[in-house]
């Protein structure tokens, strides 16, 4: 059945676990989340982001997600727009079905320029209060994700020499935050505690705590009925990186968030991990050693199937580390 992410992180916070939210593209990621949530008997977040618009059409992206509601009927999910750019995409997304938006104000419709306080909370609210009026949940954020290991070791103001930005300037901001929420009323927010997207997050391997995760506690002590969000949680398995590159794969070393950092933020009030590249490299990686095993193989089902179970694995080891396996 689908549910808003206000229902489910609700029941997320009463019994202190967190989420994974899984970025969808296709029928195969899909399917490997679903199942996996289906033998662990957890609930689930589908998201979507332009990108996957752009790739599959909203028509089939809406109806991969009724396909998994018919299939699953048991399985509360909620369908939820990743990173929307502007107030209109938010209402498509509506239109389209989905229970919850994100309206990523903290950076200007292109995406890439970060915008001001006062645009952010302008465009939330915004959309808040239109979503709320459709029953849709809403995600908002505050902050610039990016690895710590990047920031200038510097307190003071204004960009750094090297245009990068401190410490301070990253993470979000504990006294912001409280008055983001009240103007806003987001349902969940999304803080900056020292992740970044995609699958170079640390060029070691990470050790003690690599994430402001005093800033998690601050924040939630601050707003606990708001939900945090983690963006850029894939913790980048070393297992599927090794195997992409012996199958021809070219990736340089990379380390991601360990699982147990991510268990750390939840105790403290994350409720809502966002992972996206972990069941791209866990695709590429079975594909990749399939085709190089099976040279004669020109049947896609047979290297589809070996992704699907790949990131299958991925889903339940993350389902059942952050605790919402048995939620029922
Ligand atoms: O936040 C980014 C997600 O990983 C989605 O990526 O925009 O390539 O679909 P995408
Ligand atoms: P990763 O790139 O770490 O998987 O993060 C995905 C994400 O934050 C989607 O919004
Ligand atoms: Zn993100």
Known sequence: ALISLRQLLDHAATNGYGVPAFNVNNMEQVRAIMEAADETDSPV??????????YAGSTFLRHLIQA???EWPAIPVCLHLDHGASAGVCVQAIQNGFSSVMMDGSLMEDSSTPSSYEYNVEITKKVAEMAHAC??????ELGVLGSLETATAGKE??????GKLSREQMLTDPDQAVDFVEQTQVDALAIAIGTSHGAYKFTRPPSGEVLAIS???EIHSRLPDTHLVMHGSSSVPQEWLKTINEYGGE???TYGVPVTEIQEGIKHGV???NIDTDLRLAATGAVRKHLVENPGNFDPRKFLSEAIKA??????????AFGPAGWG
């Open 45 to 54: 977040i589908l998201q979507s982001s332009a990108g996957a618009r752009k």
């Open 68 to 70: 998994a509601l018919e």
């Open 135 to 140: 029953g849709v949940s809403v995600e908002g």
């Open 157 to 162: 103001d204004g960009v750094g020499a090297e």
């Open 215 to 217: 800033r998690v506690k």
């Open 251 to 253: 990736l340089g070393q």
């Open 271 to 273: 409720r809502k991990v």
């Open 311 to 320: 990131m299958k694995e991925v889903c339940r080891s993350r389902f059942l």
